[in-house]
């Protein structure tokens, strides 16, 4: 008999009040709920993730990052932190071979990049690009504020979300130094603010959400002659309730099947049906998380439950999935956490 799959959760948070940035949690997959397992002591973790390899977690944290090695139970051990000579940043991620760690600073709009080490640990600066400009209105907000850095999946190039100057810089990437070279422009409509990148299975397509008009942009991604090639092939909403709303972060479910985004405002979740010939979007239902500021939102792996973190209600919401009826039920009572950013489901070694 094969044995289930194991999972935990980790939830990176602010940290005002309470010093511990990162929760682990348990999954348990048969009851689509959490019980915390740990807590690590990290100031403002704004954002985490994981190395392709599965085994170190980065994160955003006042002033620099740091990276943690992932135990066999899934708990967190800490290994170094490094600086980024610049303002906390609020995204990162890493290349595909797990070599550079990119951060994406929306306070100073600064792209950095970071050399990674065999052991996970993080290293020099190797690249820092500020954006530069000014956007439709020459206010707070239409400057540059980076929110997200992202690698295509055949790595050459980083796809980097400018939300004050309503584009996406596509950038060459160079392995053998660490750099990047601008090389295109992918741009968005006025004060529609894109805000996070996630790219298909397959490479082929990107999906684009964008914070203010609460749309997705969907783009097709090849590469000829040396030269990237993206063509727009679908723009649609992720909201109906209204203008006074803000998308939130975008995530696909395990298996790439659905695509999933967050309203806050409407306080609503929407969940789309990926067409994973063409890359289309097909939505799914659109309803209220029984939370405040839904920051972010992810099925469980196997989409039958999902979690919201409500950033300004300091919950944790969980929900049945219904993608043939089109709907999601309470699942139990909310779980407490201080002001919850991001959340990344990791499995567990068999």
Not at 104 to 132: M, N, R
């Amino acid at each position: 008999m094969k044995e289930k799959s194991a999972y935990v959760a980790y939830v990176s948070t602010y940290t005002i009040g309470d010093s511990h940035g990162i929760r682990v949690y348990d999954v348990d997959m048969e009851q689509g709920r959490f019980k915390e397992k740990g807590k690590v002591e990290i100031s403002n973790s704004s954002y985490i993730c994981i190395s392709h390899n599965k085994k170190y977690l980065y994160s955003i944290t006042d002033f620099g990052v740091e990276a943690y090695s992932i135990q066999f139970d899934g708990t967190l051990e800490l290994i170094n932190f490094a600086p980024i000579n610049g303002m906390r940043g609020c995204y990162l991620s890493t290349d595909y071979t797990d070599k550079y760690l990119f951060v994406a600073g929306y306070h100073d709009g600064k792209l950095t990049v970071l050399q990674l080490l065999e052991d996970g640990s993080i290293g020099k600066i190797t690249d820092e690009i500020f954006h530069k400009g000014l956007g439709s209105i020459a206010e707070r907000n239409f400057r540059p504020h980076i929110n997200c850095a992202r690698m295509t999946h055949d790595n050459k190039y980083l796809l980097v979300a400018d939300q004050g100057m309503d584009h996406v810089n596509i950038y060459k990437f160079y392995p053998d130094q660490g750099t990047v070279k601008l090389v295109d422009v992918l741009r968005s409509e006025l004060e529609s603010a894109p805000r996070h990148i996630k790219i298909s299975k397959d490479g082929r397509f990107i999906y684009i959400v964008h914070e203010w008009k609460c749309f997705i942009d969907v783009y097709t991604y090849e590469e000829s002659k040396g030269e990237p090639h993206f063509e727009k092939i679908q723009t649609i909403a992720t909201t109906d309730y209204g203008n006074n709303n803000a998308a939130c972060a975008l995530s696909f479910s395990e298996d790439y099947k659905y695509l999933i985004s967050s309203n806050a405002g409407s306080n609503t979740v929407i969940l789309y049906d990926v067409n994973m010939e063409d890359g289309t979007l097909t939505r799914n239902f659109c309803l209220p998380v029984s939370g405040d500021y839904p920051k972010d939102a992810e099925l469980f792996p196997g989409s039958k439950f999902l979690v919201s973190l409500n950033h300004e209600s300091n919950t944790m919401t969980f929900f049945k999935v219904d993608t043939e009826a089109h709907t999601i039920i309470m699942n139990g009572p909310e779980i407490l956490v201080n002001q919850p950013n991001c959340i990344v489901f990791y499995q567990l070694p068999q």
